[in-house]
Every structure is written in structure tokens, then in C-alpha cells.
């Protein structure tokens, strides 16, 4: 997602129609043009869904911990950039804010001005933070895939009493022959042997 994007769909969360003003003028000075605005905290979630935004900014003042937790199971689940406006400093609440996929926790900090550096510092953290989720994801599965394959090498080795490169060569070239991936005939082989005791 690019913060200079001028088509991003924004929704600003607010219960004050004068806090909320503030957000969208800035966000309109900006250029950015199409700004909804939430104002009932009631089923928010459901709201967010339907409107399915590109970025959240959300203004909570002083929220009630029913109000946060809402937001947290919301920003859990859209997984989008999100900027939390508050009036006061929490350190509870800034981790909790965190561990639950805040991007951005700007505490006394509304001004019309501050608007698009901070939406594009949301963004850009965001974009930051997906990246590396993707890559610690890239690595778990690499890693669960070779713990397979390593399974699959050593179930060939002691039944075919080969040794570890042989096994492996095996594995190729069964993966060459049939025409498919090399973790997907050593899944194969690990399930037969767990079938066949």
C-alpha cells in the first residue's frame, strides 16, 4: 500500500463530531478523498467490515476498556494500517495497542497538520511490519518443509539402507518422475510410513 496513494479509503472512528471534523479536513487537505466517517461505537466491527477500508484512523479520547477491546478484536482481523488517537498516555495500553496491530498510537497529538505525515508514517510502519510477517511466515514453512523432507530422507534411509545424500536423490528424482514438488512426495512418504506403522 502506498501512503502517497490520493485513492485510499479511509475511515476515521470517532464518537465527537468536532475531533472527527479535525481528522477528515486534515485528511482532505491532504487530498485524500474518500474519508467516511464512524461515529457510533455500537457493533463496530460490523461497520468496519462493510465499509472495508484501506487505513482506520481512530480517535478514542479517554476510551472505556469495553471500547478498546473491541478495537483490538477489530484491528486483529482487518489487518490495516491503523492510527489510534488518544488523550492521554497508558503504558497498558499502548502494549496492548501494539500487540494487537496498532500501527500508530499518537497520544495528544490532533492537529490538522500532523494529519498526513502521521497517516503516511502509519502506513509505511504497516507496510514494515507485513513484510517481516510475511518472511518469519516464509521461514516457519521452509522449516516445517525441511523438517518433512529430513523425515521422509530418513525413512528411506533405513528401509533402503542408503545413506543421506542417496536418500536424498531419491526423493528428486521420485519428484522429477511424477512431476511434483519435492516437499509433496516426501509429505507422501511420511504419511505411508505413518500408515503402514
Known amino acids: 500500500m502506498d501512503p502517497k496513494d490520493k485513492d485510499l479509503n479511509i475511515v476515521v472512528v470517532d464518537a465527537s463530531p468536532l475531533r472527527a471534523a479535525i481528522l477528515e479536513e486534515g485528511l482532505r487537505d491532504a487530498g485524500f478523498t474518500r474519508v467516511s466517517l464512524i461515529s457510533d461505537m455500537q457493533a463496530l466491527a460490523r461497520q468496519l467490515y462493510a465499509a ?17 477491546e473491541q478495537m483490538f478484536q477489530v484491528s486483529r482481523a482487518v489487518r490495516r494500517p491503523i492510527a489510534m488517537f488518544v488523550d492521554r498516555s497508558d503504558s497498558s495500553m499502548i502494549q496492548a495497542s501494539v500487540d494487537a496491530g496498532v500501527s500508530a498510537y499518537i497520544v495528544d497529538g490532533l492537529s490538522r ?7 503516511e508514517m502509519t502506513i509505511s510502519r504497516f507496510n514494515a511490519f507485513a513484510t517481516l510477517q510475511r518472511e518469519l511466515d516464509e521461514a516457519k514453512s521452509a522449516l516445517a518443509e525441511r523438517k518433512v523432507i529430513d ?4 525413512i528411506l534411509m533405513k528401509r ?11 526423493l528428486r528424482q521420485a519428484a522429477m518422475n511424477q512431476n511434483r514438488k519435492l516437499i509433496d512426495v516426501a509429505r507422501s512418504i511420511v504419511t505411508a510410513a505413518d500408515l503402514l506403522g
Open 52 to 68: 472495508d477500508p484501506d487505513v482506520i484512523l481512530i480517535d478514542l479520547e479517554n476510551p472505556s476498556r469495553d471500547v478498546l
Open 113 to 119: 497538520k500532523r494529519i498526513r505525515p502521521i497517516l
Open 151 to 154: 523425515r521422509a530422507k530418513g
Open 160 to 170: 533402503r539402507q542408503v545413506g543421506e545424500d542417496e536418500a536424498y536423490a531419491m
